[in-house]
Structure formats: C-alpha cells, structure tokens
C-alpha cells in the first residue's frame, strides 16, 4: 500500500466535475488521476461521495451510477484507512502546523502511505510537513 503521491479531495471532485466550470482545473486534475500513480484515504473517498451528491455543491450533482463508477475506480489505488494512530498523528500533526484537523488527517494518511507529495489547493504550495511535500497542481493555471 506506497504511493509517492497523494490526492486530496478537492483533485478528485475537479476531475470529476469539474469540466464545464473549471476547465483547466478538470484537465489538470483528469491528467493526475490518469496517471494511476497515487493514493487516497479512505476520508478522501468519504469527502468525494459527500461533495459530487451535494447539489450546494455541485451543480449538478453527479448521479449514482456516476457515483458508484468514481468510488469503484479509486479502489483500484492504494488507499489508507483511517485508524487510532492516523488521527493521533493527525492531532500532533494539526498542532504542530497550526492547520486543521481533516487537513492533518490528510496528512498523516500521506505519510502513512510513504508519499513525497501531497496535490491539494489547500495546504501551503510547497510547504514541507514532516517528510510530505504539499504541491498545489493548480498554481500555473489561469483563473477560471
């Protein structure tokens, strides 16, 4: 269960999504997912399914075909679950950066999964937390 990278939420719920609203996002986001080359948590999924249904949201939200169909692709990756030692480490880990605790979470589900990288909009755009790198894959693109 290693991947060098991790996908936060908001990646997944762009590649998703995200084509008629945030073009170039979506095409960012669909290039990483493509790539199976990564991992998720099982938060992650948990925060997809909640937001892609969630017409506040999404609009339109996704069906539940499309829904079933996204959450049965990722299951194909790496996925961490989340357990007593992730969300302690989650804790120290939202302390010690003075960040939030779903964030930390996020986290420490990278560094459980041994990535380098953590792809999120986020979390500070290069900021090194622990041995996790956050990247903002978004960063070069024009705003929508």
Same mark, same amino acid.
């Given at each position: ?60 939200? &996704? =069906? $539940? ?5 996204? /959450?049965?692709?990722?299951?194909? !990756? ?44 986020? &979390? =500070? $755009? ?5 041995? /996790?790198?956050?990247?903002?894959? !978004? ?6």
């Amino acid at each position: 269960m290693n991947a060098r990278v991790f996908l936060d939420t908001n990646i997944l719920i762009y590649a998703a999504t995200g084509n008629g609203v945030h073009p170039a996002k979506y095409a960012r986001a669909e290039q990483l997912v493509a790539s199976a080359n990564f991992g998720i948590s099982m938060q992650v999924v948990g925060e997809f399914v909640r937001n892609v249904q969630n017409p506040k949201k999404i609009n339109p939200p &996704l =069906g $539940d075909d499309e829904v079933d169909a996204w /959450v049965e692709r990722l299951f194909e !990756f790496p996925v961490v679950e989340v357990d007593r030692e992730v969300v302690e480490r989650a804790i120290l880990i939202q302390r010690r950066y003075g960040i939030g605790f779903w964030d930390g979470q996020i986290l420490a589900a990278a560094h459980r999964m041994g990535a380098d990288t953590l792809y999120s909009e986020d &979390l =500070g $755009d290069g900021q090194l937390y622990g041995s /996790v790198r956050c990247e903002n894959p !978004f960063r070069n693109l024009a705003p929508a």
